[in-house]
């Protein structure tokens, strides 16, 4: 079993920066790719980032230059960098985990972009 539990949510004014971090535990891997989604009230969960293992990054056009996914592969974490934020990247974020075809997520988090 597999287990994604994030953290670093919160709120803040547009322009600033979190970070978000994800701890995996169970059987997952170096190998298994991860990232993050996000979800907006009244829209559909939508990919923001992944990292494999390669270290080959991806991005949202919507983020790309703004947020920096990464990984520590020795404690199972993957994090995700925001800077500049604004108020259109308010949404709960869930950490996501592709474990051999078989899609892992978190509970989320809530990040508020507000003045």
């Known amino acids: 079993q597999v287990q994604l539990v994030e953290s670093g949510g919160g709120v803040v004014q547009p322009g600033g920066s979190l970070r978000l971090s994800c701890a995996a535990s169970g059987k997952i891997y170096s190998i298994n790719p991860m990232g993050w989604y996000r979800q907006a009230p009244g829209q559909q969960r939508e990919f923001v980032a992944s990292?494999?293992?390669?270290?080959?990054?991806k991005y949202a056009d919507s983020v790309e230059g703004r947020f920096t996914i990464s990984r520590e592969y020795a404690k199972k974490e993957v994090s995700l960098q925001m800077n500049s934020l604004k108020s259109e990247d308010t949404a709960v974020y869930y950490c996501?985990?592709?474990?051999?075809?078989?899609?892992?997520w978190g509970r989320g988090t809530q990040v508020t972009v507000s003045s």
């Open positions: 996501h985990a592709d474990i051999w075809d078989v899609d892992y």
């Open positions: 990292l494999t293992n390669n270290g080959n990054t």
